[in-house]
């Protein structure tokens, strides 16, 4: 299903919900008074009128509820059960899938996976964009930017799997040009993606590869919504250009820092799916797997529906509790412009 | 405009005017070494698609292909069922993006312009769902669509994906809260039923926000994954993304790369065409909004 990074509109969002929920009291139940002086008896028409705003939310609505809401209670009842798909009955276990995880190393090189994932990507997702916004601010006048955001731009709009593909090629150890490039500086024949130290290297690249450049516009675009005049008022204060980066462009960005920090670390693991399915299959010895690649493992490849669903419900608190954090924190402790 | 209102404060000198320039070429510098490294793997699998199995295997790095040949176009389709997988993967991005719209559009006419018993929490809920991981849901969702006997076709792919709209909703309330008051009680006076208004004034009026939808949710549904990947076990039944896989099971052979990497080509000039096509609108919706396709 479409990964669609929620964002900090979130907020805006629920706050514009009750500030025009008041706005349109005209727009209610519209021309009822119409079919009240033309009547005595609900008519068909009148009725359906009535009912048009639930008709209209009805289809979304009752698929959201179908397979999304209904889903999450479901994932959390299958998770206390023992069920391999196909067997007909479901054995109640408790809560053993979730302490059973515990004690399985697979899971333990999943978490492992997931934290490195994370921590890689953090410094070059987010922050070394961040740099790199903040050094092409003086030419982003110049005539080429549109050909620069093209180009930078456009891995976001294709798949990761294809991307994968497309790396796949690359880091081919015999013909991969990546190798015959480094053995131009004498560098010996590397197993990317066959190697333990190397094939989560090769995965966090791709995965930079396909995000750095939709980051860097997205800290260019907060650099652009800076105000002018608070600029201007520095520079008339006598304020540096350094300065005025440090003390004012950069506090007035923090919200979109982290909100890509944010989104980084919930969706990262999320996003290299594709590209683990690809280039490594979660291997060797489960050195590029994470908690995403071990739930579609333990569902699809060995059929533990139980433990699988153990597994999402802990990637659903895990979610909501980061989420919790943006809003509780985050949001609170950054400089809005 | 800032830095030139800063400069003009301090007089400057020949030296200092030639070191700015100096540092703005090495700025410009720094863009196209990234600009080359991001292009670089859609230009190499590109020239290799063109290649011939000797050009493809060989000692040094050939850029350009010495002989360019068509040749591995066709073979994929021999090799592979490439032709379902495009017509899978273009009729379920099409049927998932009218889906999504059928569903959102109404959806966000109700919330932005009417009042109804409700509304509030129905709309809260419709927002909710943008913390629920699509991975959460994989595993229920996979038990429902195999007993409801949806395995394998488009139907099981594309229905359980349209509830995935929330922001999209979103996107079309926010445009649709702009129109002003008087358009929509001019047609209220006009005698219009509620579905007319909606068809007949809000649609026309809100459709740059359609179309950004539709793009997002194409591309969206193009580059789904992991849940067609689910769904469609049957060879035939893959989509481009989940199907390239079966090339990567023989990487030793040169006869191999070419047509994978013409998959490939194939299945990347769709969202780059919607990109060039709306590349403005697309960035600044990205940009704005924080999402990915």
Known sequence: MGSIRS???????????????????????PHLHLATSSTRRP??????EGATPYLLVAPLLLLIIVFIYWPLIYSSYLSLFDWNFVKPNKTFVGLDNYTRLIDDPRFHRALRGTFVYVLALVPIQVILPLVLALMLWPIRKAKAQTSYRIMLFSPTVIAYSVAAVMWLWIFNPLQGV?????????????????????????VIAVATWKTLGFHLLLYMAALEAVPNDYVEAASLD????????????????????????????????????????????????????????????????????????????????????????QFRFVERHVHYG | MASTAASTMVPRTMSQKRRDQLGRALLHAIVIVLCFLTIFPFFWMLSTSFKIPTEIFTKDIQIFPHTPTLRNYP???????????????????????????????P???AFSRLKFRGDKLLFAMVLATMIVPGVVTVVPNYVMVSRLGWLDSWTGVIIPSLPATAFYVFLLRQSMLTLPQDLIDAAKLDGSSTMQMLWQIVMPNVRPAIAVVMIL???????QYLWPLLVLNDFESK?????????????????????????????TIPPLAVFALAQKQIISTFVTSGIKG
Not at chain 1, 250 to 265: D, K, M, Q, S
Not at chain 1, 280 to 294: A, H, K, L, Q
Not at chain 2, 217 to 223: D, H, T, V
Request: net charge neutral.
């Open chain 1, 7 to 29: 964002s900090v509109s979130q907020s805006t969002a629920t706050a514009t919900a009750t500030a025009t929920a008041g706005a349109q009291p005209a727009s209610a139940v």
């Open chain 2, 217 to 223: 949710s194409f591309l969206g549904a193009w580059n």
């Open chain 1, 178 to 202: 990546l190798n015959k490039v480094l053995a131009t500086f004498g560098v010996e024949r590397i197993h990317w993606l066959s190697d333990r130290d190397t094939a989560i290297w090769a």
């Open chain 2, 239 to 267: 989509t481009l993304a989940t199907g390239m896989q079966y090339f990567t099971s023989n990487q030793d052979s040169a006869q191999m790369w070419g047509p994978m990497m013409a998959t490939a080509v194939i299945a």
């Open chain 1, 43 to 48: 008519s068909f028409g009148r009725l359906l």
């Open chain 2, 107 to 109: 959806a966000a006419f």
């Open chain 2, 75 to 105: 073979n994929a389709f021999r090799t592979f069922p490439v032709e379902r997988w495009l017509w899978n993967s273009f009729g379920i991005a099409v049927l998932t993006t009218l889906g999504k719209l059928a569903i959102s559009v």
């Open chain 1, 238 to 325: 006598g304020a540096s250009n350094w300065q005025i980066m440090r003390s004012i462009r950069f506090p007035l960005i923090t919200p979109t820092f982290f909100f890509v920090l944010v989104t980084t670390v919930i969706s990262v693991n999320d996003d290299v799916f594709g590209a683990i399915n690809v280039l490594t299959e979660g291997g060797p010895f489960d050195s590029t797997t994470n908690i995403i690649y071990y739930l579609y493992q333990q569902g699809f490849k060995y059929f533990q529906i139980g433990a699988a669903s153990a597994v999402s419900m802990l990637v659903f608190l895990t979610t909501v509790i980061l989420t919790w954090l």
